[in-house]
């Protein structure tokens, strides 16, 4: 599990091809290495992945073709929001991420607003219905709050400090991100099917 608060940009500096899958060597930038192990979770623009290899300066890991194909970001030598996964301990500073994406969003707008952003997605429609004014959404593993939504399309305000700290601030129109929901609206989904099924004998 992650919070969406990014903890550093790094750089995927190597894609090597394995079968259809792929492995990334990612320079961590300013993340704090000195805690991780073999085996950890480590969001990448919101797509959790193991570490299979990592010394103080990056990491290895390995993309399955299955996520290759339903997330954006990963085949690109390009900057990217990091994020070790929490501990039971640490403050939920964002919203509870699995990092599992439900889909991949395009930028309809980004323009300036005073000293912020405006940043609105055409999110996928299978998942618009779990969006929600005021609720909380991951994009590209960033946890943002939604300012406002009309049919796919939401909008979001991105302050300076979060365009500081993460790559939102390269996003341009036509951009595609990562979408992941908040966690809370797929149970209460499935909590609202289980009341009209018939109970099995």
Not at 8 to 35: F, N
Not at 95 to 120: E, N, Y
Not at 156 to 182: A, C, F, K, M, Y
Request: glycine content about 8%; proline content about 2%.
């Amino acid at each position: 599990m992650f919070t969406g608060i990014i903890q550093a940009v790094g750089q995927i500096e190597r894609i090597a091809t394995a079968g259809e899958d792929a492995r990334l060597d990612i320079a961590v930038g300013d993340l704090d290495m000195s805690d991780v192990a073999l085996g950890d979770s480590i969001a990448v623009n919101g797509v959790c992945l193991t570490v299979v290899k990592f010394d103080n300066n990056s990491f290895e890991v390995h993309v399955s073709r299955e996520t290759l194909s339903c997330t954006v970001g990963l085949d690109t030598k390009k900057p990217v929001n990091l994020e070790k996964a929490m501990r039971l301990a640490d403050r939920l500073g964002g919203h509870l991420v699995s990092g599992h994406v439900d889909g991949v969003g395009q930028v309809v707008k980004f323009d300036r607003l005073g000293d912020c952003m405006l940043l609105a997605v055409r999110a996928p429609h299978a998942i618009s219905r779990y969006i929600a004014a005021k609720g909380s959404i991951a994009v590209d593993g960033v946890s943002l709050t939604v300012n406002s939504i009309e049919g796919d399309t939401f909008s979001i305000n991105l302050i300076p400090h979060t365009l500081e700290v993460t790559t939102l601030n390269q996003l341009g129109v036509g951009s595609r991100v990562n979408l992941e929901i908040d966690l809370i609206a797929r149970y209460v989904e499935r909590m609202a099917q289980w009341n009209t099924e018939p109970e099995l004998a």
